[in-house]
């Protein structure tokens, strides 16, 4: 099937730096994947679609110039944290496929904020 | 609103037993449902997806049935081992969110000795 890849897996960082994850698309193309953000034993929660070529739709309460999203090819979507804080500490999480079949997540990147 | 709820919210079985997840959801226009499985610290698997008209299908020692009528599906895990401690999440998808998932809040399992 086919696979998404979620790079890195753990993250720590400072407060105020900023972190990127990476996220591709290993043997097909996406035109729109997904950033999901996930507290523990909660479920995941949509942040933003990205699409590519164009700007990211970011959910209601989440800011887009805090979670830059870049999807600037069919195989690779970036998620950057600026000037990331503790509260920003997540399992943050990918996917891609297509609306009515399978979704294939990442394996996700636990981030966290010192 | 779209919901799914998923129940019991955590399970603890012996090694070797079955068990039966639920979902019931109220998303609609219905597309799909799927059942993932999450382990601790990783993205979720999918093991099955089932559009409006399928009843059951299977993976292995999963199998995930579909009533869309009452809107409630299952997934019956048999002879459980170990490694299916994880927690399993019911997605259904809305033809008219297009792409948007709606999770349920995941059943967390655990298999014991």
């Given at each position: 099937?086919?696979?998404v890849s979620?790079?890195?897996?753990?993250?720590?960082?400072?407060s105020?730096?900023s972190?990127?994850?990476e996220c591709?698309?290993?043997?097909?193309?996406?035109?729109?994947?997904?950033?999901?953000?996930?507290?523990p034993?909660?479920?995941?929660?949509?942040?933003?679609?990205?699409?590519?070529?164009s700007?990211?739709?970011?959910?209601?309460?989440?800011?887009?110039?805090?979670f830059?999203i870049?999807?600037?090819?069919?195989?690779l979507?970036?998620?950057?944290v600026?000037?990331?804080?503790?509260?920003?500490s997540?399992?943050?999480?990918?996917?891609?496929?297509?609306?009515?079949?399978?979704?294939?997540?990442?394996?996700?990147?636990?981030?966290?904020?010192v | 609103?779209?919901?799914?709820?998923q129940?019991?919210q955590?399970?603890i079985?012996?090694?070797?037993?079955?068990?039966t997840?639920?979902?019931n959801?109220?998303?609609s226009?219905?597309?799909?449902?799927?059942?993932?499985?999450?382990?601790t610290?990783?993205?979720?698997?999918?093991?099955t997806?089932?559009?409006f008209?399928?009843?059951?299908k299977?993976?292995g020692?999963y199998?995930?049935?579909?009533?869309?009528?009452?809107?409630?599906s299952?997934?019956?895990?048999?002879?459980s081992q170990?490694?299916?401690?994880a927690?399993?999440?019911?997605?259904?998808?809305?033809?008219?969110?297009?792409s948007k998932?709606?999770f349920g809040?995941?059943t967390?399992?655990?298999v014991?000795l």
């Amino acid at each position: 099937g086919a696979v998404v890849s979620q790079h890195p897996s753990r993250v720590i960082c400072k407060s105020g730096t900023s972190v990127k994850i990476e996220c591709r698309s290993l043997d097909f193309q996406a035109t729109t994947m997904f950033w999901y953000r996930q507290f523990p034993k909660k479920s995941l929660m949509l942040m933003a679609t990205s699409n590519e070529g164009s700007k990211a739709t970011y959910e209601q309460g989440v800011e887009k110039d805090k979670f830059l999203i870049n999807h600037a090819s069919l195989t690779l979507s970036t998620l950057t944290v600026t000037s990331a804080h503790p509260e920003d500490s997540s399992f943050y999480i990918c996917s891609g496929g297509q609306p009515n079949t399978e979704a294939f997540f990442g394996q996700g990147t636990r981030l966290t904020v010192v | 609103k779209n919901q799914v709820e998923q129940s019991p919210q955590s399970l603890i079985i012996l090694e070797g037993k079955n068990c039966t997840l639920q979902c019931n959801y109220t998303v609609s226009p219905f597309s799909n449902l799927r059942w993932y499985k999450q382990d601790t610290g990783r993205g979720p698997v999918s093991l099955t997806i089932m559009t409006f008209s399928e009843n059951t299908k299977s993976n292995g020692r999963y199998t995930a049935t579909l009533d869309a009528d009452t809107k409630q599906s299952s997934l019956h895990i048999t002879a459980s081992q170990l490694s299916d401690s994880a927690s399993y999440i019911c997605v259904v998808t809305s033809t008219g969110t297009a792409s948007k998932l709606t999770f349920g809040t995941g059943t967390r399992l655990q298999v014991t000795l």
